[in-house]
């Protein structure tokens, strides 16, 4: 009896003893485990500030990021560039804050001191750098051509000249982005031609009348837009040249002669000659009657609104006056006495 009454304290302490070792352990593991996540969130805090803090960059740059990039690759060229400090940061942090949206290839205009933060968002935005060129009014197509062959940003071949007649592109600035084919450059230019004419016919006044197309309209538009720069006496200039088809008169238009001898470049680098006036060719309007074969030149809307929205006068002929612009008149003896004024006034500046 005495052994098992010593015995029975003894048994009673070790299921005490576990539970305390129980407890420590689960202590020392909660402590632990709190620890873990106590350290992960202030690492992420500190991750967070480095990946939103001001970048390195003292000014703006614009950078391309090539199409098929993976992160790591243009984590690496954000920093080759200087963009941020560390492309690790920039890897993690798109993964870590990024979600699911893709970074967008394309140029970029990275603003000075961006974060990876926001060159992240940037580049998730898909607001690339859109870039503008302006075509002047009067141009031909081989001198628009050029330009858009010169056009930084704009990639492969011209269309061949069959798909891009002269008169069939728009004046007017176009926004572009990297990367753009010149074939679809092209094309808008085209396509914002055809609207306009169509929209301009629909809308033309009776003054109009012996236009008997829209391609008519756009012939006589690219004389007009070569025959003054001043936007004022396009619909009298057009108005003279109306006047004149009507009364079946030769319109006379030196631009036509020179785009004739310049076999479609639009200038031949000289004044003209009275030889040059009897070369006989499709846009002599001194020797052919009535419209050339084709425009000239590439109007822009205020000539084409012009020709369609002509002036109200009987004027019959027109001589440059000096200034850029003209003097008109309604006979041909007040314009001989014009003409007479004309040259007097290219002496006097052939004498100073």
Do not use: C
């Amino acid at each position: 009896m005495n052994d098992r009454a010593d015995q029975s304290p003894k048994h009673a302490q070790v299921p005490s003893r576990r539970r305390r070792t129980a407890r420590l352990l689960f202590t020392t593991f909660l402590i632990g485990a709190v620890t873990v996540v106590t350290v992960a969130v202030a690492g992420i805090g500190f991750f967070h500030r480095a990946f939103a803090a001001p970048g390195p960059l003292t000014e703006d740059v614009m950078l391309v990021i090539p199409r098929g990039a993976s992160v790591r690759s243009i984590a690496a060229l954000l920093e080759a560039q200087g963009v941020v400090d560390d492309a690790t940061v920039f890897s993690w942090g798109v993964r870590g804050f990024g979600g699911e949206r893709p970074l967008v290839a394309g140029e970029y205009a990275f603003p000075a001191a961006v974060s990876a933060r926001d060159a992240m968002r940037l580049l998730q935005s898909g607001k690339v750098v859109a870039r503008n060129l302006t075509i002047p009014e009067g141009l031909t197509t081989l001198q628009i051509f050029a330009m858009v062959d010169a056009a930084e940003g704009l990639d492969g071949a011209l269309p061949a000249g069959p798909q891009a007649g002269e008169g069939s592109l728009l004046p007017e600035t176009y926004q572009y982005v990297r990367g753009e084919r010149r074939v679809e450059f092209i094309a808008r230019m085209q396509k914002a031609m055809r609207e306009m004419l169509v929209r301009l016919w629909r809308e033309r006044s009776a003054d109009s009348s012996p236009l008997a197309s829209p391609r008519e309209a756009l012939i006589l538009a690219s004389i007009v837009e070569r025959e003054t720069g001043k936007a004022e006496e396009r619909p009298r200039i057009a108005a003279v040249f109306l006047n004149r088809l009507r009364r079946g008169m030769r319109l006379q238009s030196d631009p036509t002669v020179v785009y004739g001898l310049s076999n479609g470049a639009g200038v031949i680098g000289r004044p003209l000659t009275r030889a040059d006036l009897a070369v006989d060719h499709p846009y002599n309007t001194y020797i052919h009657t009535g419209l050339p074969p084709e425009p000239i030149a590439n109007p822009g809307r205020d000539s084409l609104a012009a020709v369609l929205h002509p002036a109200k006068t009987n004027d019959l002929y027109f001589v440059a006056d000096g200034t850029g612009g003209h003097t008109f008149a309604r006979t041909l003896e007040e314009h001989n006495r014009n003409v007479a004024r004309w040259r007097r006034h290219q002496r006097q500046q052939g004498n100073q």
